[in-house]
């Protein structure tokens, strides 16, 4: 069961945002859309890794009020969502306004999302699965004391964390292209926050398990997806 979960996991990690990649160059024949892409995971890759993750790991654990806040389940969850949502939709925005040089169509949200959900996936669970897969075939399993249950819901949350970050990708684009860039930033950002610090907040302060999280994560991650989507069906119906 445990491979099983493994080849779930990797197949949802890669299979979703390059298979939804090759579906939208597919369907659309617009320019820009793998662009969009690559730019979606380029935007994840500086923001959090280059810059949010150093400072969370390297530069905060050396100050004292860094410490104190963490004894806070409120402050620290909602801390570390702020900071997700403000690095990471703040790449957003200025990969697709000063970027993609005015491609602001839905097929090129969905694809700049997909490429930034996607490389997340890939980067914190696609590839820590690939290795596990191939030391358990190896019959090196007893390294890894992972439950089967886990690890596939591990790779069912990067459906919901995708399907998250192709709403906000939508939501950003979206301000952009109608010259409402702070308002719909600011709900994206707002969105990112909760999702985000629900992690912590609920765990800590509220008792609530793994499933309860994955559940509220899942609400928000679809809320965001169909919100994202509709403003789109609604300016083309206006139109």
Known sequence: MLVVSLLTGILICFGVPIG???????????KG???AFLWGALAFFVS???IRVPILQLVLPGMAWYAVLQLDPWAYGLFLGFTAGLFEEGARWIAMRWLLKGRTERVHGL??????????AMLLVGVNFLVILVLVLAGQG??????????FLGGVERLYA??????ASLLVMYGIRR?????????AILLHTLMDAAIVILGRAFGVGVLGIEFFGAVVGLLTLALGLGVYAREKKVE
């Open 20 to 30: 939804g990649l090759v579906i939208l160059l597919t369907k659309h024949k617009k």
């Open 33 to 35: 859309v793998g662009l």
């Open 48 to 50: 959090q890794m280059l």
């Open 111 to 120: 694809a700049f999302g997909l490429g930034h959900g996607g490389i997340e």
């Open 142 to 151: 007893s390294l890894f004391p992972l439950e089967a249950g886990g690890v």
């Open 162 to 167: 995708c399907a998250f970050h192709v709403g």
């Open 179 to 187: 010259g409402r860039q702070v308002l719909w930033l600011g709900i």
